[in-house]
């Protein structure tokens, strides 16, 4: 299984396969499907607002949102087949192709993005990774990896850092830097929680540091490996009203 336990030997001696562990870190998150109830809290030094969201994915190459509170927001949504993402308004009752020049868009107006919401890009795919050595969080003893794009792959990032709980391929930190070298959003995990055989953060947080603003994403449920109920990912979910997973 991908999920094998990383040789504890091998951590002990400072030897941290980085590709083999970020690998695990997109297992943990995705699994072969999942479905989940999230909340979302967009701070803003001015307002603060909650949405509640559910969630689909499969293979790594669907994935479905849609939002069921708060009221004047219910319906909204996003599709994901490989490449191509969608959003419906139910307002104006449209399905909308958005182009892959708008995935670092904000999603919903939170520090989050539609790439980081229905994941388009792969830490596995589209980066190389390097072990830069041990460091500590909170009292844990994490492995910080540097993963640098691909010359062809379809990111924006210069770079992204991880801090990784090597054992149970957790992310305690991840910072994203533009071409320049700069750190412009941190995430941060917390408060791991085991959901089957997945052990994952079920709080994170995303700081866009320049505009000291954060948006909380916490899963609330979260069920992964089990086949879905019905056919997801298509324009037709999109559209239908839902309110339950």
Known sequence: SGLAFINQAAVAQGKIEAGKLVKRVEEQQLGNT???????????????????????TENRSKSVIKIVNPVKDRGTGNL?????????????????????????QSWMGSDFTNDDLVKTSSFVR??????????????TKVARIICKPKPDAPVVWGKLEMWIEPNDAVILREDFFSEQGEVI???????????????????LEMTTLKKNTSTVLEYVEATFDEPHKKDVFNEAFLKSP???L
């Open 185 to 203: 959003k941190r995430l941060t995990g917390s408060n791991i929680k085991k959901f089957g055989s997945h052990t994952i953060p079920a709080r």
């Open 34 to 56: 999942f479905r989940g109830k999230l909340k979302m809290t967009i701070t803003r030094p001015d307002s603060k607002r909650e949405l509640e969201i559910l969630s689909w």
């Open 126 to 139: 589209d980066y190389t990774h390097e072990f830069a050595g041990f460091e500590t969080i909170d009292g």
């Open 80 to 104: 994901r087949k490989q490449f191509d993402l969608w959003q419906y308004l139910p307002k104006v009752e449209r399905t909308i192709k958005i182009p892959p020049s708008l995935m670092l």
């Open 242 to 244: 839902i309110t339950s």
